[in-house]
């Protein structure tokens, strides 16, 4: 089942902060978040696996909240080059093995 | 630099036909993936291979099949290609989780090819 990603757009304006929201009706064993640029492949940003943790990329930070289920992406000071499609996936223990499942995926454009 | 490059970055096929994606990485890694990239659907992954001759079913096989008859290489092959398989396919590969972590835990980082865009007529 895959995790539900909103907003599922956002426009920025150089310098502007968003979030991105990754959230799970099951428990979950990890978080993944990825950015696609316009025709490039999706390069990782970070894993986060404890409740709690959080984590950073540049300006870029997450939280995980394994209690709830959930995870959000912070774009903090927007630069031009953060434009992109922002992707979560998360990861579910299963009886066959662990299973990574992606959400839909998030469209930022940073305007100067 | 770590590579993983994917045999076409463009294919046209026609209905039926039987249609091999090729993937190849450079880093070593046990784990390898292929996914389905569609509009508003994200990432979808079709199988993945923790090691040579092994595969798993990801969350939508069904018309697709794989082969990994070497590490370096994982094959994605649409036996008889339809309309609703026109789609991006993206390949990736990753180190298996190291210590007591076992081979059904593999997601590590994982690094994509730059996918090949199929279409089918």
């Known amino acids: 089942q895959q995790p539900v990603q909103s907003p599922q757009a956002v426009i920025l304006r150089e310098g502007e902060d968003a979030v991105i929201n990754c959230s799970s009706s099951?428990?979950?064993?990890?978080v993944h978040w990825y950015r696609q640029k316009h025709g490039e492949a999706p390069v990782f940003l970070m894993i986060?696996?404890?409740?709690?943790e959080q984590k950073g990329h540049e300006k870029i930070s997450a939280s995980f909240n394994e209690k709830k289920q959930q995870s959000s992406l912070y774009l903090t000071a927007s630069q031009l080059s953060y434009s992109g499609t922002y992707f979560c996936?998360?990861?579910?223990?299963?009886?066959?093995?662990?299973?990574?499942?992606f959400g839909g995926g998030t469209r930022v454009l940073v305007k100067p | 630099d770590v590579k993983v490059t994917q045999s076409s970055r463009y294919l046209v096929k026609r209905t039926g036909e039987k249609v091999f994606l090729e993937c190849v990485q450079d880093?070593?890694?046990?784990?390898m993936f292929w996914y389905r990239q569609d509009p508003g659907l994200g990432l979808r992954l079709i199988y993945f291979?923790?090691?040579?001759?092994?595969?798993e079913k990801g969350d939508i096989p069904e018309g697709y099949s794989v082969s990994r008859e070497k590490k370096e290489r994982f094959s994605l092959i649409l036996e008889s290609a339809s309309t609703n398989q026109t789609s991006m396919y993206l390949c990736?590969?990753?180190?298996?989780?190291?210590?007591?972590?076992?081979?059904?835990?593999?997601?590590?980082?994982?690094?994509f090819g730059p996918g090949t865009r199929l279409t089918v007529l």
């Open positions: 990736a590969s990753s180190f298996l989780r190291s210590g007591r972590q076992n081979r059904k835990k593999p997601y590590n980082e994982q690094f």
């Open positions: 099951k428990a979950l064993y990890s």
């Open positions: 986060l696996l404890k409740g709690g």
């Open positions: 996936g998360t990861e579910r223990v299963g009886a066959a093995g662990n299973k990574l499942t």
């Open positions: 880093m070593d890694h046990e784990n």
């Open positions: 291979s923790y090691d040579v001759k092994m595969k």
